[in-house]
């Protein structure tokens, strides 16, 4: 099944300054790539999602770049602010899983003001 | 839109005793549904698979006859922790794939916190 790793676990950051967080997953088949915002005691939110068909996708401050040689994909947060201060979730799925999702560990961003 | 919800939020009972949770996609049809279990501050596990109309894929290592899953409809999963034990008290998070959507785009519902006395 795919497996999904994720770096790092924990992320401090100073408000401004971008963060990035980087995902491995093993399944080559997997053609989907969703990040999550999980915030404490809520639902994991959409923040953006990626296909294999496409290499980097962007959506204000937020990016996401994926390798499918390399079997990599990672998330830049830009001008980073408190409120952007959660857990991120990569996932991969698609392909063979059928539309099932395996995420990452999660990484614990905080942004301080 | 995308809007799922689950019922209850927070549910406490002795052990032994079943607990039924609800999964609903509140303004769209959902060909597939997915239960989670999230340990405090951990990732999210995959349980199972549920299929309208369809036996649910159960992931490796979970035990389909103390989860049952029932996906009665195109808007209803739910989830039945049978016997349940304290080992069994986590939070339990439900997603939904849309029908109409060709991605495998997943929305997520409010989680429902279990604890087993």
């Known amino acids: 099944g795919e497996n999904v790793e994720q770096h790092p676990s924990t992320l401090s950051v100073q408000e401004g300054d971008s963060a990035v967080i980087k995902c491995t997953y093993s399944?080559?088949?997997?053609?989907?790539f969703p990040w999550y915002k999980q915030e404490l005691g809520k639902r994991p939110q959409l923040i953006i999602d990626?296909?294999?068909?496409?290499g980097e996708k962007k959506d204000q401050r937020i990016a996401v770049t994926l390798n499918k040689t390399a079997k990599h994909f990672s998330l830049h947060i830009t001008e980073t602010q408190p409120e952007d201060s959660a857990v991120y979730f990569c996932a991969a799925g698609g392909g063979s899983t059928l539309g099932r999702l395996y995420f990452g560990r999660g990484t614990q961003l905080t942004v301080w003001p | 839109g995308a809007v799922v919800s689950q019922h209850p939020s927070r549910v406490i009972c002795k052990s032994g005793t079943s607990v039924k949770i609800e999964c609903r996609s509140l303004d769209f049809q959902a060909t597939t549904m997915f239960w989670y279990r999230q340990f405090p501050k951990q990732s999210l596990m995959l349980m199972a698979t549920s299929n309208e109309g369809s036996k649910a894929t159960y992931e490796q290592g979970v035990e389909k006859d103390k989860f049952l899953i029932n996906h009665a409809s195109l808007t209803l999963s739910t989830l039945t922790v049978t016997s349940a034990h304290p080992e069994d008290s986590s939070f339990y998070i439900c997603s939904a794939s849309p029908r109409t959507s060709y991605t495998d785009t997943q929305y997520f519902g409010p989680g429902t916190r279990l604890t087993v006395l």
């Open positions: 399944d080559s088949a997997s053609n989907y």
């Open positions: 990626i296909r294999s068909n496409v």
